[in-house]
């Protein structure tokens, strides 16, 4: 029987183990046998297990080398397909279409492994994901509260967000010093087309130095008559805008009317 294994710090691992906020994972997901589903991060299987009960295959993606050893001694591979290495760098797209994502990410990376996603889009239908909870009131953050940021608006524009539930401390092994939630991140198919290089590069400007307005964090960024044409007040911070505002000013500077 393998010896215990014990959380990495480096991996920022904390392992699910309330079984009933396992389950509320695994029913919010409401499986069919034909889901396309990878998991993120699969630790010591505490979602792994419930979804291959409800699944004939699934996916994971650990960077974890003795958990991947762990997995692969558990599950054969008709049943489970196990990618080693970061899903920062990992090719989601190879996985298929309608794909499903999974997992308790681990939190020191969580904000640049969204980013990461967002690229995948086309070939996703959902991601649900445990999260820091402060992490998740900025994604669904609005404008002109504490929370809304860069993070908020570049999520917002691609998906559609729901926050599921809150988890405490003490349902992980071993405890994190915050609270964590669980959201659900759906693509959108409704957006106005765009340069997203363009609008990604408005955002980041914009919220680049949060205190001061947009007249200066984004001058040589949008043209000075784009304010006025939007009716969109200068003296605004970017946290006072909409994500339907970010992307007038990103068309904007794209093809000036």
Aim: glycine residues 4%; neutral net charge; contains cysteine.
């Amino acid at each position: 029987m393998p010896a215990p294994h014990r959380a990495r710090k480096r991996f920022g691992q904390h392992f699910l183990v309330d079984r009933s906020v396992i389950d509320a994972i695994i029913a919010s997901l409401a499986l069919q046998p034909s889901d396309n589903v990878a998991e993120i991060g699969p630790g010591l299987g505490a979602l792994t297990r419930p979804l291959l009960e409800a699944l004939p295959h699934l996916t994971v993606v650990e960077i974890d080398r003795d958990i991947v050893a762990r997995l692969a001694a558990s599950y054969p591979p008709p049943r489970l397909t196990i990618h080693q290495g970061d899903a920062l760098d990992f090719d989601f797209a190879a996985l298929g279409p309608d794909l499903r994502l999974v997992g308790n990410l681990p939190y020191n990376i969580s904000t640049p492994l969204l980013f990461h996603l967002l690229q995948f889009l086309p070939h996703l239908r959902d991601m649900t994901f445990m999260l820091q909870k402060e992490v998740v009131a900025r994604m669904v953050a609005q404008p002109s509260t504490p929370d809304y940021g860069r993070l908020s608006v570049m999520l917002q524009r691609h998906c559609r967000l729901t926050w599921l539930l809150d988890v405490p401390p003490d349902a992980f092994d071993p405890p994190p010093k915050v609270d964590s939630a669980v959201v659900r991140l759906f693509p959108r198919t409704d957006k106005t087309p765009l340069d997203e290089a363009r609008f990604a590069h408005v955002v980041a400007a914009a919220f680049g130095q949060r205190r001061k307005v947009l007249r200066n964090t984004l001058a040589g960024v949008v043209p000075a008559a784009a304010f006025p044409a939007l009716a969109i007040d200068p003296g605004l911070r970017a946290e006072n805008l909409s994500v339907a505002q970010f992307e007038a000013l990103a068309a904007y500077t794209e093809a000036p009317s």
